[in-house]
């Protein structure tokens, strides 16, 4: 008997995935947390039955929110991530040898452990001696900090449930606050293909460009992820994402990529007319 994972992109389409069998299945007090696996795609972490990650297309997301703005920043020294329980993130980060401090704030322990124990690919770097995790609310731990970070990363799910409250204005702005002088942050940014995905992507749009004042988006191809195509916002202080690239300095690190290009990059930020449409709308401040 075959066995198959679906989950709905919206009332009339859903992505199946056969599945070999499923190796966890577990309720915290936030969510259901499922790890299955498939011969096509790898293992794959499912939060409340969606997608969060499949072992074959995660470096398409890390690479692009990691990255962008690290070769953006020139000394990029403390990190701040937020959610990323996965571990996908941080193991990117810690390729950066100059990073001396990452705090990680999960609102959920059990992801992180259930991603240590099925999902090693991702969570290997989790216990960097750089890495700091914190279990508790990102929104609340945000509001503590001032001028305390050069990067924030912001891999929230999607926004509603737990990660509902890291779409709101008063987070970035809390994100604004938090920042150095010349800081960035970075944070997924939906689809813009189907309806409901595109407006929660003009609301977030909206808000992080009332706080920051260089906010720009830029897409990736992640082909497990609601129509294949999906959005990053790139917020800073004073950086551009494209013009204060350092392509040169980035590529001597001669870190190896199966996605992410400094060519690739600025290409990223050339996106279609009807994204740029989407997000004009809201962008009159």
């Known amino acids: 008997m075959e066995l198959w994972f679906s989950e709905p992109h919206t009332p009339d389409v859903k992505l199946s995935i056969r599945v070999n069998k499923q190796l966890y299945s577990g309720e915290s007090d936030l969510q259901r947390i499922d790890v299955f696996e498939s011969p096509e795609l790898g293992r794959l972490l499912v939060l409340d ?35 990323a329980g996965d571990g996908g993130v941080v193991r990117e980060l810690a390729r950066y040898p100059e990073i001396e401090y990452i705090d990680l704030v999960e609102i959920d322990q059990q992801v992180i452990q259930v991603c240590k124990d099925y999902l090693p690919q991702t969570a290997c770097k989790l216990d960097d001696e750089r890495v700091y995790i914190h279990y508790e609310d990102g929104l ?52 813009p293909f189907y309806e409901a995905d595109a407006t929660a992507c003009m609301r977030a749009h909206k808000r992080i460009v009332e706080s920051f004042p260089i906010s720009r988006v830029y897409q990736a191809h992640i082909p497990t992820y ?36 400094t060519t690739l990059h600025m290409g990223a930020f050339c996106l279609p007319a009807y994204v740029e449409k989407l997000l004009r709308k809201v962008e009159i401040r």
């Open 49 to 83: 039955g969606y997608v969060m990650l499949t072992e074959k297309d995660e470096f398409i997301y890390h690479e692009m929110i990691v990255h962008v703005p690290m070769a953006v920043h020139p000394n990029v020294k403390r990190v701040l991530v937020i959610g």
């Open 140 to 191: 609340k731990f945000v509001r503590t900090r001032e001028d305390e970070y050069d990067l924030i990363i912001v891999d929230s799910t999607d926004p509603f449930g737990p990660g509902e409250g890291l779409f709101t204005k008063e987070f970035y702005g809390n994100c604004y606050k938090a920042l150095r002088e010349d800081g960035i942050m970075v944070n997924q940014h939906e689809s």
């Open 226 to 261: 609601p129509s294949g195509h999906w959005l990053f916002g790139f917020a800073s202080k004073r950086y551009h994402p494209v013009r204060d690239l350092d392509a040169v300095r980035w590529e001597a690190r001669e870190l190896e990529t199966k996605y992410y290009t």
